[in-house]
């Protein structure tokens, strides 16, 4: 595939993912941060978003499977997780994260277990979503092409 | 992350030093402001990181409190504002908040993905300059530079308005500056110190909508009448209730009353603590210093019992103030003392205490703010961030001591009364010189506290000093009473006062002080000015010689020695007010007073004045006298405010205590005053 179409595809799927409520306006902010100095910034931190969130969720998981959970820890690591979800621009992740912390107020561990089930599925499906974005960036790149910067006129 | 904290890290950092010593604001400006962002979410930090440089800003990053903390430490100066996370797992986002109000005195923006009003109301009443909500987009970080200039502004007008009695339109021009930037401030006209007032109450109240209540101007005429009632019910009757019957102005509601009560207690604490502004110091606080140093010595057992007892006078200077009552011009230690109430009285935000001190007690404080005769510096609103502030406040105090006489009695016993109260409140109300300032308990009972604590701490106590508890370093270095109930431990904001007059704690502080040698003799025991005279021992020489003024405000301390007087702990507190800032860094031992407080000593000056000013609020906040403005004290001792007042900070701080205004009881938490009193 040359370039051109390469890039045409890029752009359709950024869309899309947009479209879907996959990402927000806080990820174009990412990608506009990128520049000559900084390159992989927005492979850099996503990356970084993704460690701490495998981490946060395993804590999550654990939290939430004592015989006596600690909401106030639940709530605190949902609560990052909420931050750095939204600082990416992962909208799906953080409103569920938002859901997941009205339960841990009213401490109803069903509801939270539950949450916590909704909240991986999206972590995983956006960080599927954003690696092939990725890669779709390198082959660009690869190919001699740059990466077109998105525009949200949508 | 970057190393920004050295000033000259930068391309810029010329121009961000020019920046800081004036209102100039240099070409590039903001470019090269230089930042501290703290959050644990390494994502957040990475992007925050960004995003800031994208600003051309000088980034540091941290993902730990504690880490911020130190580094804030060890650079006074390396960093313009800071930025950090409210949820953090070793320490609240808050907490370091008011360390560093207290501490460091810089502007301090929150931010969290949590956008409930109560979170929010939070920041706003723990000091914090504004509150992002994360995300966090680049369009909101391009605009913070606005806090740090406007801290700014608002120290310089602190300063200058302590200098003269007209201040009460730059007090208001100045708040209404601060009032609009940031999305979290409220419109206090007084400025922060008002707006952290009103937050108190309000955060007390857990209501918002007291803070709706109709805003009044509190004019100085207005503000005098106030100090007046104030006076003549004794700080530890003052309800608003019955200040609103003395006053007996229509339309006033009690409400009013007992806000500006609230603010007033906190100005009057933040004199003591650490004369924040540095301008004030020719104020009125003189006047009242001379009559407390002379009465100090004697310390007949007027109020400084209550002040010792407080922790904050030693009864000694108490009594001696008393006896000096107004008329006295103990003239001991040359004013410092005074100075530092002036300075607080400065520091208080408004014009009022300058007024009410005027008229009451300072009689003489008219002059107040030029007292400084014998000082060379003038109290350029520049210079005297740095320099003059402590000169001046040295020289005003000097002068003051004159002239106060009368006012130090009044100051005494105002003091006393704050002094007990306070004792916790204010370390640094630098009440120590002042002794009849009590007012700002906060000050002074941190100054015997401070003294005490510096006493203390260098005794080993110190570190009490944050809530200056005043110990009643009255001649005995017992200084270390401090009351401080604060809770917070003020952080370094305790001045080191050791400087509780004369007492021990002088010459403890001396000790401690190592590095000041501080002839201060700290009266002993008049602690008021604990933190101020920490550093005056300590620092003497070094901020003081800023200012000349210091070096001979030393002199005159020294001489005095610990009479126990006022005088010491006065000029003590003017200089420790200033060195205290400066000093901090120097006694360090000594100065655990506030322990955070001084711990900025070196160089923090302006911070200091700056933290008091946070730190009172978000002090007060607490209801715990935190004393921040104490921290003052902690100016690094390296310079007293290189580029803030010291001096104005002490000057308020002595202001506020020359005032004698009832120590903000209330707004302390000191040991003897609960909030009760504070209006409901």
């Known amino acids: 595939m040359e370039v051109g179409q390469m890039q045409g595809r890029l752009v359709d799927y950024t869309k899309s993912l947009f479209m879907e409520g996959f990402l927000d306006g806080q990820f174009l902010q990412l990608q506009q941060l990128q520049d000559e100095s900084n390159p992989d910034f927005v492979v850099e931190v996503v990356s970084l978003f993704f460690d701490d969130s495998e981490k946060l969720l395993n804590d999550l998981t654990m939290a939430l499977d004592q015989p006596n959970v600690d909401f106030k820890k639940v709530d605190a690591h949902v609560h990052q997780l909420k931050g750095s979800s939204s600082s990416i621009g992962a909208q799906r992740v953080k409103n569920g994260c938002i859901a997941f912390r009205n339960f841990c107020e009213e401490q109803n561990i069903e509801a939270c277990l539950r949450c916590l089930q909704q909240v991986k599925q999206e972590y995983y499906l956006v960080k599927n979503k954003l690696e092939a974005l990725f890669r779709l960036e390198q082959q660009i790149v690869a190919a001699g092409g740059s990466i077109p910067m998105m525009e949200m006129g949508f | ?680």
């Not at chain 2, 962002?37 to 980034?59: A, G, N, S």
């Not at chain 2, 006078?313 to 005074?338: D, E, F, H, N, W």
């Open chain 2, 1 to 680: 992350m970057n190393s920004s904290s050295g000033k000259g890290s930068m391309s810029t950092a010329s121009s961000s030093a020019a920046w800081k010593t004036g209102d100039v604001v240099p070409d590039k400006f903001p470019a090269g402001l230089r930042v501290l962002v703290v959050d644990d979410d390494p994502t957040c930090l990475m992007i925050l990181e960004k995003m800031l440089r994208t600003c051309l800003y000088e980034v540091t990053k941290c993902n730990r409190a504690e880490t911020a903390l130190c580094m804030l430490r060890e650079n006074k100066n390396g960093f313009d504002i800071v930025i950090s996370d409210v949820h953090m797992p070793d320490m609240d986002g808050f907490k370091l908040l008011e360390h560093i109000g207290l501490e460091m005195d810089l502007p301090v923006i929150m931010m969290s993905a949590d956008d409930g009003k109560h979170v929010v109301m939070k920041g706003v009443t723990h000091g914090a300059c504004d509150y992002l909500i994360k995300p966090v987009r680049i369009e909101a970080l391009k605009n913070i530079w606005q806090h740090v200039v406007r801290k700014r502004r608002n120290e310089w007008k602190d300063f200058e308005q302590s200098g003269s009695v007209e201040e009460g339109d730059r007090q208001q021009k100045q708040s209404e500056d601060a009032d609009y930037s940031s999305s979290a401030n409220e419109g206090n006209w007084k400025s922060s110190k008002k707006r952290k007032d009103d937050e108190d109450e309000t955060d007390e109240r857990d209501d918002t909508s007291s803070l709706k209540k109709p805003r009044v101007v509190w004019s100085v005429e207005l503000h005098q009448q106030f100090v007046t009632a104030v006076n003549q019910l004794g700080i530890d009757k003052a309800v608003p209730k019955k200040i609103l019957e003395l006053m007996n102005v229509p339309g006033l509601t009690r409400e009013n009353v007992a806000s500006h009560l609230q603010k007033y207690r906190l100005y009057l604490r933040r004199l003591s603590g650490v004369s924040q502004h540095q301008g004030n110091l020719n104020n009125p606080f003189i006047s009242s210093q001379e009559t407390t140093f002379g009465p100090l010595s004697s310390l007949n057992g007027l109020d400084l019992q209550t002040l010792a007892a407080t922790g904050q006078l030693p009864a000694q200077s108490l009594a001696t103030l008393q006896a000096a009552g107004l008329g006295r011009s103990t003239a001991k230690s040359g004013v410092p003392l005074p100075l530092v109430d002036q300075r607080n009285i400065f520091s208080f935000e408004n014009p009022k205490l300058r007024f009410g001190e005027g008229q009451q007690q300072h009689m003489n404080n008219n002059k107040q703010i030029n007292l400084l005769h014998g000082i060379p510096t003038t109290m350029e609103p520049k210079q005297l961030a740095s320099l003059h502030h402590t000169a001046q406040s040295i020289g005003n105090i000097n002068m003051q001591v004159t002239s106060h006489g009368a006012q130090s009695g009044q100051n005494s016993s105002l003091l006393m009364q704050m002094a007990q109260p306070q004792a916790r409140g204010p370390t640094l109300d630098s009440t120590v010189g002042h002794a009849p300032r009590l007012p700002s308990s906060m000050g002074q009972p941190i100054l015997s506290n401070g003294i005490a604590a510096n006493v203390s701490t260098r005794n080993g106590i110190p570190e009490n000093i944050r809530a200056p508890g005043y110990n009643p370093v009255s001649q005995t270095s017992s200084m270390l009473n401090f009351p401080m109930n604060h809770t917070s431990e003020l952080p370094g904001n305790s001045f080191p006062l050791g400087s509780t007059p004369g007492i021990s704690s002088l010459t403890s502080r001396r000790a401690f002080q190592e590095e000041v040698n501080s002839e201060i003799k700290v009266p002993s025991g008049f602690m008021p000015s604990y933190a101020i005279f920490n550093d005056l021992n300590q620092h003497k020489p070094q901020n003081w010689e800023l200012e000349n003024v210091g070096m001979t405000f030393d002199a005159s301390q020294h001489s005095n020695s610990l009479q126990g007087n006022l005088d010491l702990t006065q000029s003590v507190l003017v200089q420790q007010g200033f060195s205290s800032r400066q000093v901090n860094g120097q006694s360090r031992s000594a100065a655990v007073v506030s322990k955070a407080v001084f711990s900025a000593a070196d160089g923090t000056e302006h911070v200091i004045a700056q933290n008091v000013n946070q730190h009172l609020d978000s002090l007060l906040v607490d209801n715990t006298i935190r004393v921040k403005s104490e921290r003052v004290a902690d100016a690094s001792a390296a310079n007293l405010f290189p580029d803030h007042f010291g001096q104005e900070d002490l000057m308020s701080a002595l202001l506020k205590q020359q005032e004698g205004i009832a120590p903000a009881e209330n707004e302390f938490a000191f040991d003897g005053y609960s909030m009760d009193n504070i209006p409901g």
